[in-house]
């Protein structure tokens, strides 16, 4: 089973910017799609960015303009760019990923344990 590892979460004052990593147990052989979604304490989980095997984009109006994602196929690695974070920034961020791994041939759906960020002074 794939398992994802995220990291990169942090106490980051406002204005700040972090990049927050998931990494992937294994090979993936196809992406289907690349997600980071955050929870916000007392809210539902929300999309923030996702990126296709093809290297398309779609963001949440609310980060538009201060988040890049991204991925490096080689390390099974994505990335989320964030600038100019604002404290309502504040939440867990999860990854998500739907592909087919590469050793089992099977097709996986799997979501990393989150990664807290903070946005305060």
């Known amino acids: 089973q794939v398992q994802l590892v995220e990291s990169g979460g942090g106490l980051v004052q406002p204005g700040g910017s972090l990049r927050l990593s998931c990494a992937a147990s294994?090979?993936?052989?196809?992406?289907?799609?690349m997600g980071w979604y955050r929870q916000a304490p007392g809210k539902q989980r929300e999309l923030v960015a996702a990126?296709?095997?093809?290297?398309?984009?779609n963001y949440a109006d609310s980060v538009k303009g201060r988040a890049i994602i991204s991925k490096d196929n080689t390390k099974n690695t994505w990335y989320l760019q964030m600038e100019s974070l604002k404290p309502e920034d504040t939440a867990v961020y999860y990854c998500?990923?739907?592909?087919?791994?590469?050793?089992?041939?099977?097709?996986?759906?799997?979501w990393g344990q989150g990664t807290l960020v903070t946005v305060s002074s």
């Open positions: 990126i296709t095997n093809g290297g398309r984009t």
């Open positions: 998500n990923v739907v592909g087919r791994a590469t050793l089992s041939n099977k097709s996986f759906n799997a």
């Open positions: 294994e090979s993936i052989s196809s992406i289907y799609v």
